[in-house]
């Protein structure tokens, strides 16, 4: 029986230490099931593993492609996939990570089905965000579907325009559409989630953010710059820093306004995790507890597997 470790946890909690520190137990490798770092020219800002940790342990799905091209949590569902059932062949476990809920839930038990969307319903919708901005199409969710409201990604304009098309077009709430009907894997996943006191993750949060100023996001920003209107830079630091250098916010006020929005992104992704099911939480500095609860897990499942078999 195969196994696949899922890390999941919110922004700055330290998810690439703890699956570097699993892959490296198990020699193994790791799947990154972040929506961002899979972009080769954004790296300062979506806060990459290291050179050192990506030599350390092999990781995939960093770097994947570019962000002129369209890449869709289906399209990484069918990649990752295809990648795990390989890995699978000369591996017993692997580890799957990343800040991205839609990714990592694409692999662990596929996407929902959704209705086709009404065209000038799409291009209404782009207007109202090239008009009135990504506020406006907040207060539309929060009217047409509250609960997604409560969940969704509200930095994202393009997972607004995705949920508020779906909505309009149907009559229907985007989340009425998202059940929690899991395809059949043929592989077992163990989920662990990391936890920190709040007061302590939000310092961490704005610490990194500090750093990557430091490490000169600012410029990697102003390179990008030409290309701010593309989906892959529609994300909280580069939207931001764009609106500094358009003059219409201090560099202060732009790295206040990063440090408060990955503060609501984080709860927002805490919110997500809470949700889902058959996932145990530790605090990330406890490495050998996680590696006993993924040996239970393990042992667990062969029995059962060696149950069914009889």
Known sequence: MKFLIAVAGPTAIGKTKVSIA????????????DARQL???????TAKPLHNELNSIT??????????????AGDFEKEAL??????FESHDVLVITGGSGLFMRAVLQGLNEFPSVNKQVQHRLDDILKSQGIIALQNLLRDYDPKYYESADLNNPRRLLRALSVSISSGKPYSSFKTNDVQPRNFQVIKIGLYLDR?????RINNRVDQ????????????????AHLNALQTVGYQELFDHLDGKLTLPEAVNLIKQHSRNYAKRQLTWLRKEKDITWFHPDQIQEMIVFVEESRLKGKIIEGSMTH
């Open 22 to 33: 699993l892959a490296r137990y198990y020699n193994s490798e790791i799947i990154s099931a």
């Open 39 to 45: 972009y080769r020219e954004m790296n300062i800002g």
């Open 59 to 72: 990781h995939h799905f960093i770097n994947h492609c570019s962000i002129h091209q369209a890449y869709s």
């Open 82 to 87: 295809l990648k795990i059932n390989y890995l």
């Open 199 to 203: 007061n302590i993750l939000y310092h």
């Open 212 to 227: 990557m100023m430091q490490d000169g996001f600012l410029q990697e920003a102003q390179n990008l710059k030409p290309f």
